[in-house]
């Protein structure tokens, strides 16, 4: 089982609809848990960062974490046309850990 | 600006030929890494420096060399490329509060 499983996609909504991404990951250690935005040809750029099991929101993305089941989401709300591009969720373990694991990330479309 | 500069932006090089990708970053951040990103395999890290003249191996670090001679390059050595390194190259650094800052990438083709 790889350490962090995300669903490729390819995701295509309509503009305004809400969209959900997920990743499972198998290693309990993954303390810290991060979701990264690509647009094609362009490196990542952060997101969203939480290490606590719960909601965090920042204007219309939603990060969920539960840690329980070892599950992680983004919820992004009134999606755009400007949104398509592939998200990446990232996760690492504790305190001294420099390592991050990357899902494969998931490709969206939204069409306007 | 705050930026990684990472050069060149495209090499087509061939095999055996040594080559390598310069990075820069003028964040002062102690942190620097690199990855590669090959589609189905998403982003995997290379080598990974804390601070200066402390680098570690990543998840895939066979083939590939680092130093950190200065805190604000990092630059990326292949002293004899073959055609599996033909990836698409990231080199990123980090603030102390985790967020990452990603170079605009070298897409790196080994013939």
């Known amino acids: 089982q790889k350490e962090v499983e995300q669903d490729p996609g390819p995701l295509s909504v309509p503009e305004g609809a809400i969209v959900s991404l997920n990743c499972t990951y198998s290693?309990?250690?993954?303390?810290?848990f991060m979701w990264y935005r690509q647009y094609s040809r362009k490196g990542p750029e952060l997101l969203m960062y939480t290490y606590s099991s719960g909601n965090k929101e920042d204007g219309r993305f939603t990060a969920q974490v539960d840690k329980s089941s070892k599950y992680i989401s983004l919820f992004i709300r009134d999606s755009q046309p400007s949104d398509s591009a592939t998200y990446l969720c990232?996760?690492?373990?504790?305190?001294?850990?420099?390592?991050?694991?990357f899902g494969k990330g998931t490709k969206l479309s939204v069409i306007p | 600006e705050a930026q990684v500069t990472q050069n060149p932006r495209y090499l087509i090089t061939v095999t055996g030929k040594k080559l390598t990708v310069t990075c820069s970053q003028n964040m002062n951040h102690e942190y620097m890494s690199w990855y590669r990103q090959d589609p189905g395999l998403g982003l995997r890290q290379i080598y990974y420096?804390?601070?200066?003249?402390?680098?570690d191996k990543g998840d895939v670090p066979e083939g590939y060399k680092v130093s950190r001679k200065e805190k604000r390059n990092f630059p990326l050595i292949l002293e004899s490329p073959s055609p599996n390194q033909t990836s698409l190259y990231f080199c990123?650094?980090?603030?102390?509060?985790?967020?990452?800052?990603f170079g605009s990438g070298t897409q790196l083709s080994v013939l």
């Open positions: 990123a650094s980090r603030d102390v509060f985790e967020k990452l800052f």
């Open positions: 990232a996760m690492r373990s504790g305190a001294g850990s420099y390592q991050l694991t």
């Open positions: 290693n309990s250690a993954f303390q810290y």
């Open positions: 420096s804390m601070n200066v003249e402390v680098t």
